[in-house]
């Protein structure tokens, strides 16, 4: 096995296991001597993930995920049914594991070797649907590397069919939102690309979100370089089509920044119904003559009263390389630090153009803030796999993890101060609560603190399910 983050020495974890409690002398309390022993058993620090595994029973993501993957080991069969054939030998189910792992991430524990110090966890094991000890390490590395390029292909399309059946009903609009960002590698993993702009090797994962409800639609991991128009394209191209298969009436609008400004995606908006875009555009000497008159009325503005000015104008304009004229917006601002320019361009007509700019294309900052949640705070830039489609498979996982929880936001915690909180908060105030597992013959007893912070949470989520239950 290739070193990296998360090789872990299977046999350090079981001399670590076999290691007796320490004992800690702490500073005494009225003369009390305080004692620590790391000595209780059946707890857990991650209650929260409850409300997480109520929500996939809910949606069925991670049973949408396991249908695509067809599990090659040696087979259960009943001895009842084939007294010759031996009992399998699998302990841990395709289920079990990607239930485990996702949850692990959702928590906070985004490598593999943190398997070892959590398979005895029994939150994690309600959630995994499993009574013995939970997959190890070795275990869980051997399962992120068995997947092939169709079962990811299908597990790509689970994630849209999820953002599909997450709608009631055929919503009038949607906005496509997608953005690359760079996750940074550090062995000799497949596809690993130095990007000058980062100044270092990378991937560069594309995130697909709806502008509105801050929806994952999709996830994408690509070579370290910056996203051609025409690979994108290609991309953009069998989602919306695939959406509009089941949803012929909505509009779908594209919005994204320059590099997402392709000719053949407007040439194709031109050839069908209800798909608009609006992008950034990449400014050239041609564009600044078109917007000459408003760029020298800004300075002439600024030069005389010595306030900062912004300016919107809109006109038509076709490049050489396009099939259409299009419409584009100039944005130009006049202040201390000197003038600065910047272009869009859209399909839409009939909206002024500082509403365009400002309500339209800026709104798509939001997206930056959702690859924040899904990087930053669930860790999916974790690439420590050598195989590129073992890479994938973890930004899946990862990408799991980000829709159970901004499931759980936006259908069992709306209205609270928690919808629209970062997953940060989610993590520390609702999946990080204290909690006590018996699982006994019969039943499965769960005790969670008496008073704690986010109890009012847990009770109406609760409920909640309760009555999506019945």
């Known amino acids: 096995m290739p070193k990296c983050r998360d090789y872990y020495s299977y046999q350090e974890a079981e001399i670590l296991d076999s290691n007796p409690p ?38 069925g993501l991670i049973k949408g995920l396991e249908s695509c993957i067809k599990d090659e080991r040696h087979p259960s069969i009943h001895p009842s049914i084939h007294p010759s054939i031996h009992p399998s030998y699998i302990d841990h189910s395709i289920n079990s594991m990607l239930s485990q792992r996702i949850m692990q991430i959702a928590a906070g524990y985004e490598d593999a070797n943190d398997c070892n110090t959590l398979k005895n966890d029994g939150i994690l094991k ?94 994408i991991l690509k070579p370290g370089r910056r996203s051609k128009s025409l690979d994108v394209f290609a991309i953009l191209k069998r989602i919306v089509t695939y959406l509009r298969f089941q949803w012929p009436n909505t509009m779908i609008l594209l919005r994204g920044d320059s590099h997402f400004c392709s000719k053949e995606f407007m040439d194709w908006a031109h050839d ?17 003559r ?71 294309y800026c709104a798509r900052g939001a997206a930056e803030l959702r690859i924040k949640d899904h990087k930053t705070y669930l860790l999916s830039d974790r690439m420590s796999c050598k195989s590129f489609k073992a890479n994938q498979f973890r930004l899946f996982l990862h990408s799991a993890a980000y829709v159970l929880i901004h499931s759980l936001q936006q259908q069992v915690l709306n209205g609270t101060e928690l919808c629209h909180a970062t997953m ?47």
């Open 126 to 219: 309600v959630c995994a649907h499993q009574h013995r000890s939970l997959a190890t390490q070795p275990t869980m590395s051997r399962f992120e590397n068995k997947v092939n390029s169709k079962e990811l292909y299908n597990m790509a399309k689970t994630f849209v069919d999820q953002f599909i059946a997450s709608y009631q009903s055929e919503p009038e609009i949607i906005i496509l939102d997608p953005d690359d960002t760079n996750s940074i590698t550090y062995g000799q993993q497949e596809l690993t690309l130095f990007n000058n702009y980062y100044g270092d090797y990378c991937f560069m994962p594309l995130h697909i979100y709806e502008g509105f409800s801050g929806k994952l639609i999709t996830t």
């Open 22 to 59: 320490t004992l800690l002398n702490l500073s005494g309390l009225d003369k009390k001597k305080v004692e620590v022993r790391f000595t209780m058993e059946e707890t857990s620090n991650d209650g929260g993930l409850l409300l997480l595994r109520e929500m996939e029973n809910q949606i």
């Open 272 to 288: 069908n119904r209800r798909l608009e875009f609006i992008t950034g555009l990449s400014g050239n000497s041609v564009l600044n």
């Open 424 to 470: 940060k908060t989610i993590q520390l105030k609702i999946i990080k609560t204290a909690a006590r597992v018996k699982i006994m013959k019969t039943k499965v007893q769960i005790e969670l603190p008496a008073e704690f912070h986010s109890k009012w949470a847990f009770e109406k989520s609760f409920n909640r399910f309760q009555i999506l239950r019945s």
């Open 290 to 360: 078109y917007a000459k008159i408003i760029i020298e009325s800004a300075k002439r503005e600024y030069k005389m009263y010595g306030k900062p000015v912004k300016r919107y104008h809109s006109f038509q304009y076709k490049a050489g390389t396009w099939t259409y004229p299009e419409r584009v917006v100039v944005k130009v601002e006049v202040n201390s630090k000197g003038t600065n320019i910047r272009y869009i361009v859209s399909s839409l007509g009939g909206v002024r153009a500082k509403a365009l700019y400002e309500q339209g």
